[in-house]
Nanobody, 124 residues
Framework: VQLQASGGGLVQAGDSLRLSCVAS????????MGWFRQAPGKEREFVAG????????YYTDSVKGRFTISRDNAKNTVYLQMNILKPEDTAVYYC??????????????????WGQGTQVTVSS
């Protein structure tokens, strides 16, 4: 499985961005996916997760109401729509495939494949 994230950039506070993550392989449509982020000097943190069908989504509290995770299984792609961006959203964003043995969505150890990351910078 290979994951390719894109869509990051430099924006102003209040702007929007949509991240995309394209997955290779045949397991995408049966795999839950997630987005994490890592700011300089901080640990990688969970942002959002989505189950295989797209019917269930999960978010960290700081992005609820502003970010939306979605997926298109026909395109092997998971998205992260980010609205009302804040300077504290600045980070490298990673998409990841949740491992079949995982019991949660919130830990890095719940995921077995990771994309290369895309930089999101929000200026004030």
């Amino acid at each position: 499985v290979q994951l390719q994230a894109s869509g990051g950039g430099l924006v102003q506070a209040g702007d929007s961005l949509r991240l995309s993550c394209v997955a290779s392989g045949r397991t995408f449509s049966t795999s839950a996916m997630g987005w994490f982020r890592q700011a300089p000097g901080k640990e990688r943190e969970f942002v959002a997760g989505i189950n295989a069908s797209g019917g269930r989504t999960y978010y960290t509290d700081s992005v609820k109401g502003r970010f939306t995770i979605s997926r298109d299984n026909a395109k092997n792609t998971v998205y992260l729509q980010m609205n009302i961006l804040k300077p504290e959203d600045t980070a490298v964003y990673y998409c990841a495939k949740r491992a079949p043995y995982s019991s949660t969505y919130y830990l890095s150890s719940d995921y077995d494949y990771w994309g290369q990351g895309t930089q999101v910078t929000v200026s004030s």
